[in-house]
């Protein structure tokens, strides 16, 4: 097997050894046998175990590594040589390197944690000998990072230009102490007052390029300040280290709020705002609060609320969660009330579903609709927010089954069975025990279905959605439908009813405007060799999907379809042909659409989006709709862009991926304000 064929362990112990020589030498009084006494004292399988569910093979144990994503399992541990090894991305060492990697934790504190689990006192000494500087091992980035924000916080107290700074944060209430602890700055205005601080040389300049502090115009070379006349806000990982920025504006230029880029050493999808804060200010939290944005935790912070973080940018994700309930067993989600923030609740209770052990809770708390945490704080005060939180946050089960309910009304059998249909899955995602029992008695409950019918339905949904494109398949070689002659009502789905916008104050529940046939069945006679697949609620990319199903119009107001075809995601893929085929012909409509698909695992999808009932009111359908097209497409263009640059500071670019590199870069800049890029 190839779990047993491990790297040399003379050398890998070497390499973990030494590693931990250094950071002790950082650590400094911690002595060497006594780290030495506690990995002989420590399992590593009960280390990772308990983090990773691991499955004996052989000799040794194995997983789908935590420290990337993949199917098949590539990640070992072995008891007898006590380290793990992952043959897939390399990454390996002992029980104290497991711990830094997987809970993202400096040196003493890995130390600590695996001391306290073997009930041992951490001894200490004195050094008598003079401590030499330890020679960085770390990314270039970060002293250049730590530099830029010592730059923005001078700038705060000193620079001719602060005043504005000042006024808007002394505006927000912010205090002196504030603003220290989060290390807040100030980026004059200007082109190039950090680009003339840092930059000594060519070399120099292409690193703050490549840390998202500068920007270079592809077409005349010129490079200037990412960061100009805005607030700014260093964004730290969980061992303090600067990794990005976030600048709120000053004067009237776009965007709003401005994130660093993606960087080596900067991911926005797994990054929180404000948690290493949070945990120097209190190391034994019990809760923490998710807001939606940097002010959000600073005025939280102010009123003495030191446990809020906020996601950068985007969705709340499981990788979010999964580092959430590492630090603490309680999560509140605090949202605005209005329709986008419950989307984003719903999201946000998705991810955390699968994180959901006996012993962790997670609420949600929905702000009064106008209203953010910073306004409401400074509005009511700590107490008066507290006592909110207390009085209104739901827990996770009860605003589950709520929102279900507003979708499925479990007032007819139908309602009933369309909840069991879409919870089932939802709460089979659920590890701990306990909960998961708890959730399926409340749906037998409300459903009248038995514990032995729920069951049954999650073993026949699917484990994932199926496929649904493939990206070898030419589509444009199918056959035109356009002249396609429907087949009678008995022999197809009955498209739902045509979508007009719900008029402001506009009565009546959802589920009184659903689509029957003549013969009282919802969406007419299905498929009888093939069941529907279940779905669930939705992603935004399968909203966006249905959407066009049912209104193949707004098609024609996306520009370019292949801004996204690139897009490595099949459910994206299926958006594009979709796309691409009704430009082609706007005549489809949405049973010709399905019927390209016929006999495919993309048609039984198309087909299951199609019947199913709307979760989302008919007023946002449209604006979700080209958000999601605005972002796929986004994010195509920062791929495309940052292969391009990254091959450019490495080889000459030839003449077409030159003209390919100014075009995305005159695409980024069309697409916001020319003053926030410069370009």
Same mark, same amino acid.
């Not at 939280?300 to 940018?313: D, H, P, W």
């Not at 069951?455 to 356009?482: C, I, K, N, R, T």
């Given at each position: 097997?190839?779990?047993?064929?491990?790297?040399?362990?003379?050398?890998?112990?070497?390499?973990?050894?030494?590693?931990?020589?250094?950071?002790?030498?950082?650590?400094?009084?911690?002595?060497?046998?006594?780290?030495?006494?506690?990995?002989?004292?420590?399992?590593?399988?009960?280390?990772?175990?308990?983090?990773?569910?691991?499955?004996?093979?052989?000799?040794?144990?194995?997983?789908?590594?935590?420290?990337?994503?993949?199917?098949?399992?590539?990640?070992?541990?072995?008891?007898?040589?006590?380290?793990?090894?992952?043959?897939?991305?390399?990454?390996?060492?002992?029980?104290?390197?497991?711990?830094?990697?997987?809970?993202?934790?400096?040196?003493?504190?890995?130390?600590?944690?695996?001391?306290?689990?073997?009930?041992?006192?951490?001894?200490?000494?004195?050094?008598?000998?003079?401590?030499?500087?330890?020679?960085?091992?770390?990314?270039?980035?970060?002293?250049?990072?730590?530099?830029?924000?010592?730059?923005?916080?001078?700038?705060?107290?000193?620079?001719?230009?602060?005043?504005?700074?000042?006024?808007?944060?002394?505006?927000?209430?912010?205090?002196?102490?504030?603003?220290?602890?989060?290390?807040?700055?100030?980026?004059?205005?200007?082109?190039?007052?950090?680009?003339?601080?840092?930059?000594?040389?060519?070399?120099?300049?292409?690193?703050?390029?490549?840390?998202?502090?500068?920007?270079?115009?592809?077409?005349?070379?010129?490079?200037?300040?990412?960061?100009?006349?805005?607030?700014?806000?260093?964004?730290?990982?969980?061992?303090?280290?600067?990794?990005?920025?976030?600048?709120?504006?000053?004067?009237?230029?776009?965007?709003?709020? !401005?994130?660093?880029? %993606?960087? #080596?050493?900067?991911?926005?999808?797994? /990054?929180?705002?404000?948690?290493?804060? &949070? *945990?120097? $200010?209190?190391?034994?939290?019990?809760?923490?609060?998710?807001?939606?944005?940097?002010?959000?935790?600073?005025?939280?912070?102010?009123?003495?609320?030191?446990?809020?973080?906020?996601?950068?940018?985007?969705?709340?994700?499981?990788?979010?969660?999964?580092?959430?309930?590492?630090?603490?067993?309680?999560?509140?989600?605090?949202?605005?009330?209005?329709?986008?923030?419950?989307?984003?609740?719903?999201?946000?209770?998705?991810?955390?579903?699968?994180?959901?052990?006996?012993?962790?809770?997670?609420?949600?708390?929905? !702000?009064?609709?106008? %209203?953010? #945490?910073?306004?409401?704080?400074?509005? /009511?005060?700590?107490?008066?927010?507290? &006592? *909110?939180? $207390?009085?209104?946050?739901?827990?996770?089960?009860?605003?589950?089954?709520?929102?279900?309910?507003?979708?499925?009304?479990?007032?007819?059998?139908?309602?009933?069975?369309?909840?069991?249909?879409?919870?089932?899955?939802?709460?089979?995602?659920?590890?701990?025990?306990?909960?998961?029992?708890?959730?399926?008695?409340?749906?037998?409950?409300?459903?009248?279905?038995?514990?032995?019918?729920?069951?049954?339905?999650?073993?026949?949904?699917?484990?994932?959605?199926?496929?649904?494109?493939?990206?070898?398949?030419?589509?444009?070689?199918?056959?035109?439908?356009?002249?396609?002659?429907?087949?009678?009502?008995?022999?197809?789905?009955?498209?739902?009813?045509?979508?007009?916008?719900?008029?402001?104050?506009?009565?009546?529940?959802?589920?009184?405007?659903?689509?029957?046939?003549?013969?009282?069945?919802?969406?007419?006679?299905?498929?009888?060799?093939?069941?529907?697949?279940?779905?669930?609620?939705?992603?935004?990319?399968?909203?966006?999907?249905?959407?066009?199903?049912?209104?193949?119009?707004?098609?024609?107001?996306?520009?370019?379809?292949?801004?996204?075809?690139?897009?490595?995601?099949?459910?994206?893929?299926?958006?594009?042909?979709?796309?691409?085929?009704?430009?082609?012909?706007?005549?489809?409509?949405?049973?010709?659409?399905?019927?390209?698909?016929?006999?495919?695992?993309?048609?039984?999808?198309?087909?299951?989006?199609?019947?199913?009932?709307?979760?989302?009111?008919?007023?946002?359908?449209?604006?979700?709709?080209?958000?999601?097209?605005?972002?796929?497409?986004?994010?195509?263009?920062?791929?495309?862009?940052?292969?391009?640059?990254?091959?450019?500071?490495?080889?000459?670019?030839?003449?077409?991926?030159?003209?390919?590199?100014?075009?995305?870069?005159?695409?980024?800049?069309?697409?916001?304000?020319?003053?926030?890029?410069?370009?």
């Amino acid at each position: 097997m190839r779990f047993q064929q491990w790297p040399a362990s003379d050398s890998l112990s070497q390499r973990i050894y030494c590693s931990a020589d250094d950071e002790n030498a950082m650590a400094g009084l911690i002595p060497q046998s006594f780290i030495d006494d506690l990995l002989n004292r420590t399992d590593i399988v009960d280390v990772v175990s308990s983090r990773v569910q691991l499955k004996k093979a052989g000799k040794n144990y194995t997983a789908c590594c935590p420290f990337h994503k993949e199917k098949t399992p590539s990640f070992s541990v072995s008891p007898d040589k006590q380290f793990y090894y992952c043959f897939g991305c390399g990454a390996g060492g002992n029980a104290l390197g497991f711990l830094m990697d997987h809970d993202n934790l400096d040196f003493p504190q890995a130390v600590e944690d695996l001391a306290k689990a073997a009930g041992m006192d951490i001894p200490r000494e004195e050094s008598g000998r003079e401590r030499k500087p330890r020679q960085p091992t770390d990314s270039p980035l970060y002293p250049l990072l730590t530099a830029a924000a010592d730059f923005y916080r001078q700038a705060l107290k000193s620079h001719p230009s602060r005043k504005a700074a000042v006024d808007y944060l002394k505006g927000r209430g912010l205090t002196g102490e504030i603003a220290r602890d989060f290390g807040l700055g100030f980026a004059p205005p200007g082109w190039d007052n950090l680009l003339k601080h840092l930059s000594s040389d060519t070399l120099q300049q292409k690193a703050m390029i490549e840390a998202g502090l500068l920007i270079e115009n592809a077409e005349t070379g010129k490079r200037y300040d990412r960061f100009r006349d805005r607030v700014m806000f260093p964004i730290r990982d969980t061992r303090g280290r600067i990794i990005a920025f976030g600048g709120r504006v000053l004067g009237d230029d776009k965007p709003k709020y !401005l994130n660093s880029p %993606e960087t #080596p050493v900067f991911h926005k999808g797994q /990054e929180l705002y404000g948690l290493y804060e &949070a *945990r120097k $200010n209190n190391r034994n939290l019990d809760e923490i609060i998710v807001v939606e944005g940097y002010m959000d935790v600073i005025a939280l912070a102010q009123q003495g609320l030191r446990n809020a973080v906020a996601t950068l940018g985007t969705a709340t994700s499981e990788e979010h969660l999964k580092r959430l309930f590492r630090v603490v067993p309680n999560v509140l989600f605090c949202f605005d009330g209005d329709q986008a923030g419950r989307n984003a609740a719903w999201r946000a209770l998705e991810a955390t579903l699968p994180c959901l052990q006996d012993g962790r809770r997670a609420r949600f708390l929905f !702000l009064p609709e106008g %209203e953010d #945490p910073d306004t409401l704080v400074r509005a /009511e005060g700590t107490d008066a927010f507290k &006592a *909110r939180i $207390n009085q209104h946050a739901q827990p996770l089960a009860d605003y589950f089954f709520q929102q279900l309910t507003e979708e499925a009304d479990p007032r007819s059998l139908e309602g009933k069975a369309h909840m069991a249909t879409l919870a089932a899955p939802l709460i089979d995602k659920v590890p701990g025990a306990n909960l998961r029992i708890l959730m399926r008695q409340r749906l037998t409950e409300i459903t009248g279905l038995s514990s032995e019918t729920v069951s049954q339905l999650v073993q026949s949904a699917p484990q994932e959605a199926p496929p649904a494109y493939d990206p070898g398949f030419d589509y444009d070689a199918m056959p035109d439908y356009s002249d396609y002659h429907q087949p009678q009502a008995q022999d197809m789905y009955a498209p739902q009813q045509e979508w007009t916008p719900k008029k402001p104050g506009a009565g009546g529940k959802k589920w009184d405007k659903k689509p029957w046939d003549k013969n009282g069945k919802r969406g007419g006679d299905r498929e009888q060799q093939r069941p529907r697949t279940p779905i669930g609620v939705e992603s935004p990319t399968l909203t966006a999907l249905r959407t066009l199903l049912h209104h193949p119009q707004l098609a024609k107001r996306v520009e370019d379809a292949g801004h996204i075809a690139d897009e490595n995601q099949t459910n994206a893929q299926l958006l594009v042909a979709l796309l691409e085929a009704v430009q082609k012909n706007p005549k489809l409509n949405s049973f010709q659409l399905i019927a390209r698909w016929h006999g495919t695992e993309q048609g039984r999808l198309l087909k299951a989006l199609a019947e199913k009932e709307w979760l989302i009111d008919g007023d946002n359908l449209e604006q979700q709709f080209f958000d999601t097209i605005t972002s796929l497409s986004a994010r195509q263009r920062e791929r495309n862009l940052e292969q391009l640059l990254r091959k450019a500071r490495q080889s000459e670019l030839s003449v077409e991926e030159k003209n390919q590199l100014r075009d995305l870069l005159s695409r980024n800049v069309s697409a916001s304000n020319p003053t926030s890029t410069g370009a």
